[in-house]
């Protein structure tokens, strides 16, 4: 099984600034590498797929990055509707695990 | 609308079973994978199982095959999870969730069910 490590566990940042998110895998996921958000009483959210690409209807201040067992994602402007705990997932094959969250809060 | 409605969640004590629902509207069910996800309280997210269009191929974590069985109704747009054998740790939200087409990862999550586990 492939071990996702999220880092840091959270994230103090103030509105406007930017957020760097990381996610680590114990062996290379190639660009099987996606990026969802959680808000309390909100249905998760897909952010970003193959690493790189925005979902649909994701505003471009989300982008991801990396490749192998190195991902980025960075939220460039946050907005307040963007603190939220954001967690990457594998799906380089079975079975697909996740990372333990990044808490993303207000400074 | 595009949406997961998911049921069934209740407490149940150790040993005991459960049957989830999951009701799909607002795209054609049959043309995606389906997938179980739980998380746990206070903890992260777990893959549980996933099914493919049709229902001939079914896939499940470690820890809960020969417990769980997923399957779907596609004449009802409808995802289950039968849960047998159920411990403490089975505690958790379960979501339904659709795979994205072309990559395996999740694009429409429902609101999920609690199942509660114990005595």
């Known amino acids: 099984e492939i071990v996702m490590t999220q880092s840091p566990a959270t994230l103090s940042v103030s509105p406007g600034e930017r957020a760097t998110l990381s996610c680590r895998a114990s062996q290379s996921v190639s660009s099987n590498l996606a990026w969802y958000q959680q808000k309390p009483g909100q249905p998760f959210r897909l952010l970003i797929y193959?690493?790189?690409t925005r979902a649909t209807g994701i505003p471009a201040r989300f982008s991801g990055s990396g490749s192998g067992t190195e991902f980025t994602l960075t939220i460039s402007s946050l907005q307040s509707e963007d603190f939220a705990v954001y967690y990457c997932q594998h799906y380089k094959n079975w079975p697909r695990t996740f990372g333990q969250g990044t808490k993303v809060e207000v400074k | 609308e595009v949406q997961l409605v998911a049921s069934g969640g209740t407490l149940v004590q150790p040993g005991g079973s459960l049957r989830l629902s999951c009701v799909a509207s607002g795209f054609t069910f049959n043309k995606y994978w389906m997938n179980w996800v739980r998380q746990a309280p206070g903890k992260g997210l777990e893959w549980v199982a996933n099914i493919k269009q049709d229902g001939s191929e079914k896939y499940y974590v470690d820890s809960m095959k020969g417990r769980f069985t997923i399957s779907r109704d596609n004449a009802k747009n409808s995802l289950y999870l039968q849960m047998n054998s159920l411990r403490a740790e089975d505690t958790a939200v379960y979501y339904c969730?659709?795979?994205?087409?072309?990559?395996?990862?999740?694009?429409?999550w429902g609101q999920g069910t609690t199942v509660t586990v114990s005595s």
């Open positions: 193959g690493a790189s």
């Open positions: 969730a659709r795979d994205l087409p072309g990559a395996s990862c999740v694009d429409v």
